[in-house]
């Protein structure tokens, strides 16, 4: 399991180790060897290496074992080890990933990017474009397309096409830059030293020296060296250590380093840019969402991109929903300017988690599919234009995501569960006709159990074996479910490791999926299509228990009885511990809804009444689920420009509602109609 990485807004660092001045107890050499003091101190914070024979020893492809390959590479560039190291692991976390690109493009343990080449032989997947953005039924539809991909042909930012730089300094082909490791680490070490020698820094053996080459690397080592978030977690890990072992099953070991300081420039504040909403520990800058007036073609008046507010004051922050952007970060920026187009309120960007702002905390984004869901949710784009399902994501994203969460979850007392954390992927469609555009990402490649451990929340065992609530966790590297589409219908997908487990009608892996009537309507069994959500559970999603058999287990989804695979040996979930539900007693079944809105009487008569509008699943009687929170009914009418925010208005009503996990989706039912069982 990775540890938890340190947060610098809710754990101050400690200071009682002395700063750069300490030269006398570094190495003097390339390969010196520190004091007796340091290097003890360093030994007892360390992870053990692994025993011989182990997957520590695995031969690499090209020779040697990884460790042995990170040392050569660091030997060859008079690179430190320790930097080559820690800076592969917050892009790669030391993967190879089979040689796949990642979502923005960049290959092997370096992530050197070839943006261009990742392009030209993308597989195309990618989620749905009918999804009306905004979601609100009193509305017309925001109906917009995707972004373009970028072509291969167009010209890219020097970040995504760093592969090329390290083959002009190793001489070594881009073909094996890609798929050898070996070649990778090569490259990344030559950037490094590249970087280092452009800042006028000697290529030194203390990688106290090498920061600013560290927060350089992400842009392609030959600009600013302003990926400091980068680098300072970078530097972290040099402190903290780590040890895992690798999707080619070959073990890596840092050796911590604990009285390693960064340079005093880092402790500084973090620089920002605009009146930001982000924790200090990541680079985060405000990059506005457009607001104004436009006219259309027809010379009708129109407004955009997202509605003025005043939350938390107006209305309660309930979710913050995890978005990929099927567009490069550039592309993103242009796009969120757009007043035609829909928002967000940051984007993230993938080479080094660098965040920018668009839309206020207190207003509400078009960016959901779900107005009500809009109306109480944050929305966070994370960059990937390439929707391949074997596309990965890099470390650095996914601290600085969990480090946002974890800081809007404080700012807005949001708990940090899968019932307000969600999938852009998990949020309902707001009513029956819409269930079957709503989009399908960040998809099942989206590593949730590494997200929410680096949030300091891991999914954990709650309860004991026989309890009637599982909260799904597979082994994500290890878990590896088929799924078809990515090069036509029905052809398998690349092996990849997944977050999500599969549901069956029975307890075999011959039983066909489950149903989802609002997907099919005529009652066909959902498929292994990567998009395809309708049979599909996701970790830390916590369903009630519907039966045991075997290695299988059943739990109550989409109103009928679903199977997974759960063997003793290879646990695909664990004992949870949450709220249960089931239809009041005289019901046979009882329905669905994909928004909380207040009940008829509740508008008054200058807002229009919003439907209820079920949605096309029924539970029955005896069937149980899993709910979250418990609210009144709330609608948020912003229809009008308001720059000033005094004409919305937000309905209440007396109703009350939970809400459930469904299926892959939440939903909500109302309190009346159920009875709590645990």
């Known amino acids: 399991m990775p540890r938890s990485f340190r947060d610098p807004d809710s ?48 031969d690499q492809p090209d020779g040697g074992t990884l460790q042995q390959q990170f040392a050569a590479a660091a030997d060859r560039y008079h690179v430190p080890e320790k930097v080559l190291l820690g800076v592969s692991y917050l892009q790669s976390r030391w993967n190879a ?27 195309t997947q990618g989620r749905t474009s009918s999804e009306d953005a905004r979601g609100d039924s009193a509305r017309p539809l925001r109906s917009t397309a995707l972004p373009a991909r970028p072509q291969p042909t167009e010209k890219l930012p020097a970040r995504l096409r760093t592969l090329a730089r390290a083959a002009e300094l190793t001489g070594l082909d881009a073909a094996r830059l890609r798929s050898s490791t070996e070649a990778n680490l090569r490259g990344g070490a030559a950037l490094l030293a590249d970087a280092q020698r452009r800042l006028g820094h000697p290529l030194s053996a203390d990688p106290e020296d090498w920061y600013e080459a560290v927060a350089a690397y992400p842009g392609g080592g030959r600009g600013e060296p302003s990926a400091t978030a980068f680098a300072d977690d970078v530097f972290d890990v040099l402190r903290t250590g780590e040890s895992r072992t690798t999707d080619t099953g070959a073990a890596v070991t840092l050796r911590a380093t604990p009285e390693l300081r960064s340079p005093q420039a880092s402790d500084r504040a973090r620089r920002t840019r605009g009146r930001v909403e982000c924790p200090r520990s990541v680079d985060c800058e405000w990059y506005p969402a457009a607001y104004e007036k436009w006219t259309d073609d027809s010379g009708t008046e129109d407004y955009g991109n997202h509605d003025k507010a005043r939350r938390p004051g107006s209305q309660k922050i309930d979710y913050i929903v995890v978005h990929d952007t099927e567009g490069t970060y550039e592309t993103t920026l242009g796009l969120v300017t757009n007043p035609k187009y829909v928002s967000w309120n940051y984007t993230l960007r993938s080479s080094d988690g660098h965040v ?68 852009h992927d998990n949020v309902p469609g707001p009513t029956a006709s819409s269930v079957p555009g709503m989009h399908t ?40 479910p088929l799924y078809t589409g990515c090069e036509g219908a029905g052809k398998p997908c690349p092996e990849h ?62 109103g009928q009885k679903a199977w997974f695979h759960n063997p003793a040996g290879r646990r695909t979930a664990v004992p949870g511990r949450g709220t249960v539900l089931t239809p009041r007693e005289g019901r046979t079944e009882i329905p669905v809804y994909g928004r909380a809105y207040p009940e008829a009487d509740a508008f008054p008569q ?73």
Do not use: C
Not at 518 to 542: E, F, H, I
């Open 11 to 58: 754990a101050p660092a400690d200071d009682s180790s002395s700063g750069r001045g300490r030269r006398g107890e570094r190495r003097t050499g390339r390969r010196g060897s520190r004091s007796a003091v340091v290097a003890a101190a360093a030994a007892a914070l360390v992870v053990p290496l692994l025993t011989a024979g182990s997957p520590a020893t695995a």
């Open 97 to 123: 990933h089979q040689g796949a690109p990642s979502v923005s493009g960049g290959y092997g343990p370096m992530h050197l990017t070839d943006a261009r080449t990742a392009l030209a032989s993308s597989r």
């Open 356 to 423: 920018a702002q668009h839309v206020r905390a207190k207003d509400a984004a078009w960016h959901a599919g779900n107005w009500y869901v809009n109306s109480k949710s944050v929305g966070l784009e994370h960059e990937g234009f390439l929707t391949d399902p074997d596309a990965w994501y890099t470390e650095a994203m996914y601290r600085s995501s969990a480090r946002l969460v974890k800081y809007l979850a404080r700012r807005y007392d949001i708990p940090l569960d899968r019932q307000h954390i969600l999938g």
């Open 441 to 480: 990402d960040p998809g099942p490649y989206w590593d949730w159990q590494h997200y929410f451990t680096l949030m300091g929340k891991p999914f954990t065992p709650k309860a004991g074996p026989r309890s009637g609530v599982v909260t799904i966790r597979p082994d994500y590297d290890e878990h590896k």
């Open 497 to 558: 490791g997944s977050s999500a487990v599969r549901l069956h009608q029975a307890p075999d892996k011959s039983s066909p999926l489950v149903e989802d009537v609002g997907l099919r309507p005529d009652g066909s069994p959902s498929t292994t299509g990567v998009n395809d959500t309708g049979a599909r559970a996701t970790t830390g999603q916590q369903y009630a228990v519907a039966g045991r058999k075997g290695d299988w287990t059943a739990v109550w989804y989409l």
């Open 606 to 678: 200058d807002v229009p009444v919003q439907a209820l509008s079920p949605l096309p699943y029924k539970i029955a009687a005896g069937q149980r689920y899993v709910a979250g929170l418990k609210t009144a009914g709330e609608y948020l009418y912003a229809v009008t420009y308001d720059p000033d925010a005094e004409n919305f208005q937000v309905v209440r009503g007396k109703q009350r509602y939970y809400q459930i996990q469904l299926g892959h989706r939440v939903a909500f039912v109302k309190a009346a109609d159920v009875r709590v069982v645990r």
